[in-house]
């Protein structure tokens, strides 16, 4: 296995804690490379700041940015990070920028919005859900936050540094990834939206699944793995492993 091979120990630290209504921001670092996975919304920019400044660190400190996903609690402050590479799944990407696209379409947006959430109308809070998604692409959605498009690197053909990994995990967004850490001792799984909550899923301010099935087999999948586990909207926490390191998927 690559953990084997390779003698990167991470250190990876939560910047940002994830909440009911805002996504974790995590540093990882090997004193060298800095990475910061995921970035938040605006009005989270000066905490961010302030976050790398308790670390001593610079947003210029900062080599590369992954993106877990593209909706607009993970991404809008890429562009403080002006000297990053960006890793990000393409199909994400797509997905994202095509769906806040549609739903500024004014007369068609809520039959738009079924062709990027099927599963909507199973719930009960469907208007619900369609309208925040609407108000988050009118109010938010800006792809000049997004960082340059030069700097992107698309996960899906550019590997990560040495000792990460990622594991797509599509239930939530397609081409979604989680990342996987080892520090030499411990795996850390940067979660994202693949697991929002250790308990409290239904709670968090964000849209349903766009596979619902899909999305249980990954959260499943990633308290299987074990270690520390940053969810997307919650605090971190240690879970035992039920796999082991060697049936990793892929
Ligand atoms: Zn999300």
Same mark, same amino acid.
């Not at 087999?217 to 605090?235: F, K, N």
């Given at each position: 296995?690559?953990?084997?091979?390779?003698?990167?120990?991470?250190?990876?630290?939560?910047?940002?804690?994830?909440?009911?209504?805002?996504?974790?921001?995590?540093?990882?670092?090997?004193?060298?490379?800095? *990475?910061?996975?995921?970035?938040?919304?605006?009005? $989270?920019?000066?905490?961010?700041?302030?976050?790398?400044?308790?670390?001593?660190?610079?947003?210029?400190? *900062?080599?590369?940015?992954?993106?877990?996903? @593209?909706?607009?609690?993970?991404?809008?402050?890429?562009?403080? @990070?002006?000297?990053?590479?960006?890793?990000?799944? =393409?199909?994400?990407?797509?997905?994202?920028?095509?769906?806040?696209?549609?739903?500024?379409?004014?007369?068609?947006?809520?039959?738009?919005?079924?062709?990027?959430? %099927?599963?909507? &109308?199973?719930?009960?809070?469907? %208007?619900?859900? &369609?309208?925040?998604?609407?108000? @988050?692409?009118?109010?938010?959605?800006?792809?000049?936050?997004?960082?340059?498009?030069?700097?992107?690197?698309?996960? $899906?053909?550019?590997?990560?540094?040495?000792?990460?990994?990622?594991?797509?995990?599509?239930?939530?967004?397609?081409?979604?990834?989680?990342?996987?850490?080892?520090?030499?001792? $411990?795996?850390?799984?940067?979660?994202?939206?693949?697991?929002?909550?250790?308990?409290?899923?239904? =709670?968090?301010?964000?849209?349903?699944?766009?596979?619902?099935?899909?999305?249980?087999?990954?959260?499943?999948?990633?308290?299987?793995?074990?270690?520390? *586990?940053?969810?997307?909207?919650?605090?971190?926490?240690? =879970?035992?492993?039920?796999?082991?390191?060697?049936?990793? %998927?892929?």
């Amino acid at each position: 296995m690559k953990e084997q091979t390779d003698r990167h120990v991470w250190r990876t630290e939560v910047l940002l804690e994830g909440s009911l209504r805002g996504a974790s921001s995590v540093l990882v670092s090997d004193g060298r490379t800095r *990475i910061v996975v995921d970035t938040g919304l605006p009005h $989270e920019e000066s905490w961010l700041v302030a976050a790398l400044a308790r670390k001593g660190l610079k947003a210029s400190d *900062i080599s590369i940015v992954v993106n877990t996903h @593209f909706h607009v609690d993970h991404v809008l402050n890429n562009r403080l @990070f002006s000297h990053s590479l960006i890793y990000a799944p =393409q199909e994400s990407y797509d997905w994202a920028k095509s769906l806040y696209a549609d739903l500024r379409v004014e007369n068609d947006w809520e039959k738009l919005v079924l062709k990027y959430y %099927p599963e909507v &109308m199973d719930y009960e809070k469907a %208007p619900s859900y &369609m309208g925040a998604l609407r108000k @988050f692409a009118l109010r938010w959605w800006d792809e000049a936050r997004l960082g340059s498009p030069s700097r992107f690197r698309w996960m $899906e053909t550019q590997p990560l540094p040495d000792g990460l990994e990622s594991v797509i995990t599509s239930g939530h967004v397609p081409g979604h990834a989680s990342l996987l850490i080892s520090d030499g001792q $411990e795996r850390m799984v940067v979660a994202g939206d693949a697991l929002l909550s250790r308990e409290h899923d239904d =709670q968090v301010l964000t849209m349903i699944p766009v596979n619902k099935e899909k999305y249980q087999r990954d959260r499943e999948r990633i308290l299987a793995l074990g270690g520390r *586990i940053v969810p997307g909207h919650d605090a971190e926490f240690h =879970q035992q492993a039920t796999v082991s390191n060697s049936s990793e %998927p892929a």
